[in-house]
């Protein structure tokens, strides 16, 4: 046999008997095929874009818009140039599209797990949205994928809020079962499906409570719910304290660091930008706060002083005024950059904290008789201010649960008296670098006080909202604009000023 007949021969025997083994060297074993076999990579993605998008926007956007912060240079959001904020529009409508994926995924392998933290993540997201817009597309969103729908309609905030509280209930219902799966790719609340069920539960009390001023003009039960869920902890657990706080812990190395923080390649000068206001600076002064000196940085005209100073910035200046308010930069100071600029992971990415719910019953038991008669509103108000101290690491001086005001345009105290008004101030200042959640409670409560616009602002009334993106005027143009005369009377009257819903009018 020649050497020719012998290749031949061999290679018709590699043809016979390996043409098996060979089609499988261009698999990746590390890969998934599927991505219903790994609904954990969805997880995992909706949640960091969505916390990180969140943290990038209460820094540039919500801690101004709520006056936690102003700017020295570039001013124009400052003075309710708001814009669109269109990369936030489609970061949440991208994240709910894929929380909707992970939905359909758990609901064909029946895995609850992945069912119920669709719908919370869901239901968070477009509260956020429907609170920052307006009317917004939300039962006829999502459908693109199958051909359904690319132009839907905007629906009512009141049916949207409906639906949240809903697919929250419906969540709570799922996870109070038992032999539920195993959840992995959970960086948010590390699988924690008890942690999951009391941000349900706590999502549906911010829910309640944001449409306090619309009781008897709507069909939602605000009342009657909060009650039930306030006096029923069996059923519905809540993040009572710090350790079910739901926020994202950063690490040390890029890219899972704070957004903002130096090591995200956040740039020094554009941090500096924003300094604490004299909103936010008036009420920790009046009280003697001491997250003054967590949250904020002393000035740096003083900072080698036996006594640095604290001192805000008016917000709502012109370029060039701005810069030069109090004499320059050097006087005004900074957002603390020892724990929101160098280190990696010395902040955390808040989406929702036991403080914040506990003030949240203690206005219901004041606001509502029903929660009155299950909760103590001093006990619940004092606890919020207790946590908020803890969750910032700052010792809480043991006298600051009796303080009064110091300064006559702070006109409430610390010390607990019954109203609204005071415990509103102590969420506000609680809230502080949580989305847009400070500006959306001033919205509802007009609280505080010195909330106002500044003096070379567009208009001496407060913004509500943000305007609609420029892709849904040119993508879906009917729905828009009858969204936009249906909340302003006609598509010309629609602006930042027109209000939501829920709004204190």
């Known amino acids: 046999m020649n050497i020719k007949t012998i290749i031949l021969w061999a290679f018709l025997l590699i043809g016979a008997f390996g043409c ?40 540039g956007e919500g801690n101004v818009m709520a006056q936690y912060s102003a700017k020295i240079v570039f001013t124009a959001f400052d003075q309710f140039e708001w814009g669109t904020s269109s990369g936030t529009w489609s970061t949440i409508y991208r994240s709910a599209r894929e929380a909707n994926n992970l939905k359909s995924i758990a609901e064909e392998t029946e895995n609850n797990s992945y069912q119920a933290i669709s719908l919370i993540l869901k239901s968070w997201m477009f509260q956020i949205a429907t609170d920052m817009w307006g009317d917004i597309p939300y039962s006829e969103a999502l459908k693109g994928k199958n051909g359904d729908v690319f132009a839907p309609v905007y629906d009512e905030q009141e049916e949207i809020y409906a639906s949240i509280l809903n697919d929250l209930e419906e969540a709570n219902n799922l996870l109070s079962a038992s032999g539920l799966n195993v959840v992995k790719g959970d960086i948010l609340l590390n699988g924690d499906l008890d942690n999951w069920r009391r941000f349900a539960n706590s999502l549906q009390l911010r829910a309640l409570m944001r449409l306090s001023n619309m009781v008897g003009q709507t069909s939602i039960d605000v009342e009657g719910k909060m009650a039930a869920i306030i006096s029923n902890p069996v059923k519905y657990p809540l993040i009572e304290n710090n350790s079910y706080n739901v926020a994202l812990e950063y690490t040390t190395s890029y890219p899972n660091v704070h957004p903002r923080s130096q090591q995200s390649g956040h740039r020094v000068g554009s941090y500096d930008e924003y300094r604490m206001s004299e909103t936010v600076e008036k009420v920790l002064e009046a009280y003697d706060d001491p997250r003054q000196m967590t ?145 959306c409670e001033f919205k509802r409560t007009g609280f505080p006080r010195v909330i106002e616009p500044g003096p070379d602002a567009n208009r001496d009334v407060y913004p509500s909202r943000f305007l609609y993106p420029d892709e849904e005027q040119a993508l879906n143009l009917k ?13 010309g009257n629609y602006d930042y000023w027109t209000p939501v819903w829920w709004e204190n009018k």
């Open 20 to 59: 098996d083994d060979l089609g499988n060297m261009n698999v990746n074993p590390n890969a998934p095929e599927n991505i219903s076999n790994n609904p954990e990579l969805l997880l995992t993605g909706i949640e960091r874009n969505m916390v990180n998008t969140m943290v990038n926007d209460a820094w």
């Open 295 to 439: 949250w904020f940085a002393p000035t740096e005209a003083s900072r080698n002083e036996e006594t640095p100073e604290y001192s805000g910035m008016i917000n709502g200046m012109v370029d060039g005024s701005a810069y030069e308010y109090k004499g320059g930069p050097a006087n005004i100071s900074k957002i603390n950059p020892e724990i929101f600029y160098f280190e990696p992971n010395a902040a955390r990415g808040i989406v929702m904290t036991a403080a914040e719910v506990h003030f949240i019953i203690a206005e219901a038991a004041v606001r509502f008789p029903e929660v009155g008669a299950v909760a103590n509103a001093q006990t619940h108000y004092e606890t919020g201010i207790i946590l908020s101290f803890d969750y910032w690491n700052v010792e809480m001086p043991e006298d600051y649960l009796l303080r009064t005001s110091t300064s006559q345009e702070v006109s409430v105290p610390v010390a607990f008296d019954g109203s609204v008004e005071t415990i509103i101030t102590q969420k506000w200042l609680a809230l502080f670098y949580t989305d847009y959640q400070g500006f």
């Open 479 to 491: 729905n828009h604009d009858e969204a936009a005369v249906r909340q302003a009377g006609s598509v």
